[in-house]
């Protein structure tokens, strides 16, 4: 087993080294440490000797961070923050964890899947209040002020943290009163006659891949929805075909509600993310880390 002793030292002297940026001087650094300016000065050379950069310009008066100190500030500052953090995290944990955290996630996923976790969320950590906002719409974590957010599809805000909490497959669908009014498609190119339900509202196509090769099949309605839970509602009304997530339609297909429609053209799965700005409070963090960790009731 290797000497984690080594690793030991550079992530102290990150800690320092952060701490020192941060207080503005050595001097105000080592006050913050307890430590002498001898010490954090050896910490802070011997992270520079193990770069093989300087990372800081210093005299008695003027401390400036170089380019490479810049760069490198981040990496320890984030060090320093995640630590803390884990710290707060478990003093919270030890006693009964308290505290608040606002949520969104759309209705119709989170009705099925999200709520019967936040239930057993507040069975187990009463003392934490729950703001649970139902949209479809993506809103703007930061202005709303929301700290966790449930969403699909890829993450357009590189600023935010994403974490996949779903993968779920999908397929395409129709009513039964739908294919015996307008004949069930025998193939792919036969698909762009047909009727779709519109989700999102921008939809005009559908990506199929049939023996490994990727298709684009142009598609219409006259149904456009920007709510999952009417999609579904449009497709058992016999509105026409629309992709659906295998937890709307596993026991509609079973029950012979809806019917899948050209079975040999798989569809891409719809991914679930749990989305969170970068730094999020300890009863967050604790709400994050249970979706992340628990498996997600079935529908």
């Not at 984690?4 to 320092?16: C, F, G, K, T, Y």
């Not at 093989?52 to 923050?81: K, M, N, Y």
């Not at 999200?114 to 949209?135: K, Q």
């Not at 449930?150 to 600023?159: E, F, Y």
């Amino acid at each position: 087993m290797s000497d984690p002793s080594p690793i030991l030292d550079e992530l102290r002297a990150m800690a320092v080294f952060a701490t020192v940026v941060r207080s503005g001087s050595f001097a105000a650094g080592a006050r913050a440490l307890g430590l002498t300016r001898a010490v954090v000065s050896h910490h802070i050379r011997a992270l520079e000797a193990k770069l093989g950069v300087p990372l800081a310009q210093r005299s008695t008066r003027s401390f400036s961070l170089t380019p490479a100190g810049e760069a490198f500030r981040v990496h320890c500052e984030r060090l320093l923050d995640e630590a803390n953090d884990g710290i707060r995290g478990m003093e919270l944990l030890r006693a009964e964890p308290r505290g608040e955290v606002r949520i969104t996630c759309s209705h119709h996923f989170g009705s099925k899947r999200i709520m019967p976790a936040l239930l057993e969320f507040r069975r187990r950590y009463p003392a934490i209040r729950l703001h649970v906002s139902m949209n479809d719409a993506n809103v703007d974590l930061v202005q709303q002020g929301i700290e966790l957010a449930v969403r699909a599809g890829p993450l357009a805000d590189s600023s935010l943290v994403a974490r996949r909490l779903v993968r779920e497959p999908t397929m395409l669908c129709a009513a039964p009163a739908y294919l015996k009014r307008y004949r069930a498609p025998l193939s792919v190119a036969e698909l762009e006659q047909h009727r779709w339900v519109l989700y999102p509202p921008t939809q005009r196509a559908a990506t199929l891949r049939i023996d490994g090769k990727e298709i684009q099949v142009a598609v219409k309605g006259d149904v456009v929805t920007d709510s999952a839970a009417s999609r579904l509602a449009f497709v058992l009304a016999g509105e026409g075909i629309a992709r659906l997530p295998a937890y709307d339609a596993a026991a509609l297909l079973a029950s012979g509600d809806l019917v899948r429609v050209l079975p040999e053209a798989e569809t891409a799965p719809l991914e679930i993310f749990l989305v969170h700005s970068q730094r999020i409070g300890p009863s967050a963090r604790l709400l994050r880390d249970y979706l992340l960790n628990e498996t997600l009731p079935a529908p």
